[in-house]
C-alpha cells in the first residue's frame, strides 16, 4: 500500500480521514476532539511495526551541521562494521489489525 496523502501536519491528515475514504494514523489523543464528523471511527493499533526510512542530503557548497554530522557518522561507522547491512536485510515482521477493535 502507498500514501495517497502526505501532509507535515497531524490534523490536515486527521481531516483528510474524516472528509475523504481516506484513512490515517494519527495518535490517539487526536480522537478525543470536539468537532469530528459523524461516521468518523477509531481503531486501536495493537503492536504496531513502525518503520521510517530518512535521507539526508545537503549541498557540497553548504556547511555541515553538527546534527547531520553527527548523523553520517553513525551511518558510517554501521556501514564499517557491517552492521548497517545486518540491520536493513532483517525481514520486518507482518502484523495484523484487529478489525473486531472497532468503537
Same mark, same amino acid.
Given at each position: 500500500?502507498? +500514501?495517497? =496523502?502526505?501532509? *507535515?501536519?497531524? #490534523?490536515?491528515?486527521?481531516?483528510?480521514?474524516? &472528509?475523504?475514504?481516506?484513512?490515517?494514523?494519527?495518535?490517539?489523543?487526536?480522537?478525543?476532539?470536539?468537532?469530528?464528523?459523524?461516521?468518523?471511527?477509531?481503531?486501536?493499533?495493537?503492536? +504496531?511495526? =513502525?518503520?521510517? *526510512?530518512?535521507? #539526508?542530503?545537503?549541498?557540497?557548497?553548504?556547511? &555541515?551541521?553538527?546534527?547531520?554530522?553527527?548523523?553520517?557518522?553513525?551511518?558510517?561507522?554501521?556501514?564499517?562494521?557491517?552492521?548497517?547491512?545486518?540491520?536493513?536485510?532483517?525481514?520486518? +515482521?507482518?502484523?495484523?489489525?484487529?478489525?473486531?477493535?472497532?468503537?
Amino acid at each position: 500500500m502507498s +500514501p495517497k =496523502v502526505e501532509s *507535515e501536519s497531524i #490534523l490536515h491528515l486527521m481531516f483528510q480521514g474524516q &472528509l475523504t475514504k481516506l484513512c490515517t494514523v494519527i495518535p490517539q489523543h487526536f480522537a478525543r476532539m470536539l468537532g469530528l464528523h459523524p461516521g468518523t471511527r477509531a481503531l486501536d493499533l495493537f503492536n +504496531p511495526v =513502525v518503520i521510517q *526510512e530518512v535521507g #539526508l542530503f545537503w549541498s557540497e557548497d553548504e556547511t &555541515l551541521l553538527p546534527m547531520a554530522g553527527t548523523m553520517v557518522a553513525i551511518v558510517k561507522g554501521l556501514n564499517k562494521s557491517g552492521e548497517l547491512r545486518r540491520r536493513l536485510s532483517e525481514p520486518v +515482521p507482518q502484523q495484523t489489525i484487529p478489525t473486531s477493535m472497532a468503537r
